[in-house]
Each structure stands twice: as structure tokens, then as C-alpha cells.
């Protein structure tokens, strides 16, 4: 009995997936460059969408977010203390010239901030961050501030507000503002799943 010729197995083709390139809008690659400089890791947190941030001579921030249909915001300013802190070694002992510690920056920051979102020091109510959360973000000094804001066009008329500075010795600081019209779990709820998209590097 004649055997049938056996047919050649056909090979299979590798599939290769391409990733398609991910968008990197003008806005966030401006301040991917400024967390670089800072020492400070940025990662988009889920559920949220780029806004533009407000840059004028009252509010200057360098990147807004916001989560879609729920009344919830967030503003980021982001700043390299390297070269002041460098400046501010070389002036040490000399009175004349002598500049303030850039590592104490981030209380005059955040209380500036806090007071141009409200009316009067009664309108908000500021903490010290403890230092089991400033681990989570290798920070070494923070503090927040929870304000009761003017209603402003620029804040979209947002009743509440968080105000966050961290500060990283020698190195930089982070100020975030999130925004909601209630202050209620939800709001709460709603920092938390932003609460791990910055901080410095170890």
C-alpha cells in the first residue's frame, strides 16, 4: 500500500504587536521637565483628564487635572530648590547677602497660596503633614492647608479646596490644590486615587 506524501507543516508567522505611540500633550512633556529637575516622579492617575493649568499673575501652576463628571480638580506646581539651595550655601556667614533656607520655602508657598484662594486667615485650616505619610512620598517636610475658597471665575467657582506642599531638603518642592464642591467621603475618596502620581525620588 502506497504511503501518501506527508505535506509540509506550515510555519507560523511570529505575531508582532506594535504599541501605538502614546500621545504626550505640549503641556505635560513642559512639566515631565520640571518634575525632572526637581527629582520628583510624575505618573497620570487613572480616570483623570489633562486640563489646562491657569498661568496668569495671580494663579501660575504647571499642570491641571481633572475627573471627568464629578466635580473634581487638581492644580500642580512643581519646583526645583537645587540651585537656590546652592546659592544659599554660598552666602551663608555673610549678612549682608545672606538668603533665607530654601528648605522653609514651602511654608511661605503654601500660606501664600491658601491665603490668594480665600478671603481671610479664618478661611482655612492648616496641618503639619506627619511623617508616616511623608515616607509615602520620601518627602521631609509638608503641610496642608484645607480652605474654604472665595468664589473665583478661575477656580470655577469650586467652594472647597486642599491645598498640599511637600518639601524634599535640598532638592525641591511639590504644591497640589485639589478641588470639589463638597467636602464630604467622595471628595476625600476622589484625592486618594491621585494621591500616589507625584512624588520625589528616593
Known amino acids: 500500500m502506497a504511503q501518501g506524501k506527508k505535506h509540509p507543516v506550515a510555519k507560523k508567522t ?3 504587536s506594535v504599541k501605538k505611540p502614546v500621545y504626550v500633550s505640549p503641556q505635560l512633556r513642559a512639566f515631565m521637565d ?3 529637575r526637581a527629582n520628583v ?3 497620570f492617575p487613572k480616570g483623570f483628564k489633562e486640563i489646562p493649568a491657569p498661568d496668569n499673575e495671580d494663579f501660575s501652576f504647571d499642570y491641571a487635572m481633572q475627573l471627568p463628571g464629578k466635580d473634581f480638580e487638581i492644580w500642580f506646581q512643581v519646583k526645583s530648590q537645587k540651585e537656590n539651595y546652592a546659592a544659599y550655601q554660598r552666602t551663608l556667614g555673610n549678612k549682608e547677602t545672606m538668603q533665607a533656607n530654601p528648605d522653609s520655602l514651602y511654608i511661605g508657598l503654601g500660606t501664600a497660596h491658601a491665603q490668594a ?8 485650616f492648616t496641618r503639619i503633614i506627619p511623617p508616616k505619610y511623608l515616607e509615602r512620598y520620601n518627602a521631609d517636610a509638608g503641610r496642608s492647608y484645607l480652605l474654604n475658597l472665595l468664589d473665583l471665575p478661575i477656580t470655577r ?3 472647597y479646596g486642599l491645598l498640599i506642599t511637600l518639601q524634599k531638603d535640598h532638592t525641591g518642592t511639590i504644591l497640589a490644590v485639589c478641588f470639589a464642591n463638597e467636602k464630604g467621603p467622595e471628595f476625600f475618596k476622589n484625592i486618594d486615587k491621585a494621591s500616589n502620581c507625584l512624588k520625589f525620588k528616593p
Open 14 to 16: 511570529p505575531v508582532i
Open 34 to 36: 520640571i518634575t525632572a
Open 41 to 43: 516622579i510624575f505618573k
Open 117 to 124: 484662594f480665600t478671603d481671610d486667615n479664618s478661611s482655612y
Open 157 to 159: 467657582h469650586y467652594k
